[in-house]
């Protein structure tokens, strides 16, 4: 089970930081990513890490603005959101599978219930 939170309304221009908090014991088995979501379209890649956090990769479209971690003592994984843009406005998802990181949703099949992350202009 996956639960996201840290979510909000921010100024553009503003930070948040996303957590998703796992339960299990084999946490540190699991790739993770952030995917999003806005009204009306599909659900995009955001950040993925791998089990280790060795291997992480980026949308283009939140390199050097996003930065995915993870604490696999504590079962959790994050997303620091900087320099957030109202474009970014989305339901942000965490998501786990047990094989390498992908960026295509449909490749996980643990899923978080969302958290909404407004960026008002």
């Known amino acids: 089970q996956l639960v996201e939170s840290g979510g909000g309304l921010v100024q553009a221009g503003g930070s948040l930081r996303l957590s998703c908090a796992a339960s299990?014991?084999?946490?540190?088995?699991?790739?993770t990513g952030w995917f999003r979501q806005a009204p009306g379209k599909e659900r995009d890649f955001v950040a993925a890490?791998?089990?280790?956090?060795?291997?992480?990769y980026y949308a283009d479209s939140v390199k050097g603005r996003f930065t995915i971690s993870r604490d696999n003592a504590k079962n959790t994984v994050y997303l620091q959101m900087n320099s957030l843009k109202p474009e970014d406005t989305a339901v942000y998802y965490c998501?786990?599978?047990?094989?390498?990181?992908?960026?295509?949703?449909?490749?996980?099949?643990?899923w978080g219930q969302g958290t909404q992350v407004t960026v008002s202009s």
């Open positions: 998501a786990a599978r047990g094989l390498a990181a992908t960026a295509t949703a449909n490749d996980y099949k643990i």
């Open positions: 299990g014991r084999t946490f540190s088995s699991y790739a």
């Open positions: 890490t791998s089990p280790s956090g060795g291997r992480i």
